[in-house]
């Protein structure tokens, strides 16, 4: 398999998709994990938004993480007390970039991991310039629409919890890696030129040179990765993370690839070079957007899975 610079390797992971834009209680559990079945007095909560509560196992023990916050601390919180998830158990957190359907409910959210994690200060790992005014048009509009920021001293107020700032790749807990800055080789991956961020006071094109991925190397199995959004391009991130690795087998990308809105030529050229790359599972979620999943669907009937918030993927 390889591994040039020295990963540390995972004995399992676990990744619990707090919410994400789609729930159905009805279908069947994927081959690698299992579905949240909703229950009178337990309902689960989706939205635009994505969350990840995540637990990897390795030769530490275990270890557990949060990556992205969705939109609504009242239903992030609600879906980890109904599926089970214990706030006190969280020893770092990443945020992918800096728009509020990954922020949106972390203020919340940090107030209810205080009271149950008491006394252990808790990372919160962002890449640089995560914390910028944002904002976006919408397609066949002209109007600027004001998506918010969030602030550091929000955060950092209480004392708990401390925000590190990174553009480099940098090992979070044992065998759990952020990538820092991901670099873009792809020449058709281009950031859509109404997402915008304000920088010295003008609204310009934004290019989320901040957005971060989550990876670890799976014991003879592969690369897992996990993306926010996937600004910079899901081929670009993995093909970035196999690069920085050099680890060739991808065992499961999942998260959100930025598909939303994309031309058919866009879709068509990430999945024939995501095809190329031959992960085990390929899991869409969030932004992808219906006609990227539904290609996905067709095109890697076999690798494919359809996510609903509330599941678990286990990969060991």
Same mark, same amino acid.
């Given at each position: 398999?390889?591994?040039?610079?020295?990963?540390?390797?995972?004995?399992?992971?676990?990744?619990?998709?707090?919410?994400?834009?789609?729930?159905?209680?009805?279908?069947?559990?994927?081959?690698?994990?299992?579905?949240?079945?909703?229950?009178?007095?337990?309902?689960?909560?989706?939205?635009?938004?994505?969350?990840?509560?995540?637990?990897?196992?390795?030769?530490?023990?275990?270890?557990?993480?949060?990556?992205?916050?969705?939109?609504?601390?009242?239903?992030?919180?609600?879906?980890?007390?109904? &599926?089970?998830?214990?706030?006190?158990?969280?020893?770092?957190?990443?945020?992918?970039?800096?728009?509020?359907?990954?922020?949106?409910?972390?203020?919340?959210?940090?107030?209810?991991?205080? @009271?149950?994690?008491?006394?252990?200060?808790?990372?919160?790992?962002?890449?640089?310039?995560?914390?910028?005014?944002?904002?976006?048009?919408?397609?066949?509009?002209?109007?600027?629409?004001?998506?918010?920021?969030?602030?550091?001293?929000?955060?950092? /107020?209480?004392?708990?919890?401390?925000?590190?700032?990174?553009?480099?790749?940098?090992?979070?807990?044992?065998?759990?890696?952020?990538?820092?800055?991901?670099?873009?080789?792809?020449?058709?991956?281009?950031?859509?030129?109404?997402?915008?961020?304000?920088?010295?006071?003008?609204?310009? /094109?934004?290019?989320?040179?901040?957005?971060?991925?989550?990876?670890?190397?799976?014991?003879?199995?592969?690369?897992?990765?996990?993306?926010?959004?996937?600004?910079?391009?899901?081929?670009? @991130?993995?093909?970035?993370?196999? /690069?920085?690795?050099?680890?060739?087998?991808?065992?499961?990308?999942?998260?959100?690839?930025?598909?939303?809105?994309?031309? @058919?030529?866009?879709?068509?050229? @990430?999945?024939?070079?995501?095809?190329? &790359?031959?992960?085990?599972?390929?899991?869409?979620?969030?932004?992808?957007?219906?006609?990227?999943?539904?290609?996905?669907?067709?095109?890697?009937?076999?690798?494919?899975?359809?996510?609903?918030?509330?599941?678990?993927?286990?990969?060991?």
């Amino acid at each position: 398999m390889g591994n040039k610079k020295g990963f540390h390797h995972i004995k399992g992971i676990s990744i619990t998709v707090i919410t994400d834009n789609y729930y159905d209680s009805l279908r069947p559990d994927p081959p690698c994990g299992r579905r949240f079945r909703a229950s009178p007095g337990s309902p689960i909560h989706a939205e635009h938004g994505l969350s990840f509560y995540i637990d990897v196992v390795s030769e530490g023990g275990v270890h557990n993480f949060m990556f992205d916050y969705g939109i609504d601390p009242a239903g992030i919180i609600n879906n980890m007390k109904v &599926i089970g998830l214990n706030p006190a158990k969280i020893e770092a957190m990443v945020l992918s970039h800096g728009h509020f359907d990954h922020w949106g409910g972390l203020r919340g959210l940090l107030s209810y991991i205080e @009271t149950s994690n008491p006394g252990r200060e808790i990372p919160l790992f962002v890449g640089k310039n995560c914390f910028s005014h944002r904002f976006s048009i919408r397609p066949g509009s002209k109007d600027l629409i004001d998506l918010g920021e969030l602030r550091k001293e929000t955060i950092e /107020q209480s004392g708990r919890f401390r925000v590190i700032e990174t553009e480099e790749p940098e090992e979070i807990l044992k065998g759990v890696y952020i990538t820092g800055r991901i670099e873009r080789t792809t020449e058709y991956e281009k950031v859509p030129d109404n997402l915008l961020v304000e920088r010295g006071g003008r609204i310009e /094109q934004d290019y989320f040179d901040e957005e971060l991925a989550v990876f670890s190397v799976l014991e003879n199995k592969g690369l897992v990765i996990i993306s926010g959004c996937a600004h910079a391009g899901i081929v670009n @991130t993995v093909r970035y993370i196999k /690069q920085l690795t050099g680890i060739k087998k991808v065992h499961a990308i999942i998260g959100g690839f930025h598909l939303i809105n994309a031309p @058919t030529d866009f879709i068509k050229r @990430t999945i024939y070079d995501i095809k190329e &790359i031959e992960p085990d599972y390929i899991i869409p979620m969030h932004c992808t957007g219906f006609e990227a999943i539904v290609s996905f669907a067709h095109t890697m009937p076999d690798k494919f899975i359809l996510n609903t918030a509330g599941t678990t993927y286990t990969f060991s």
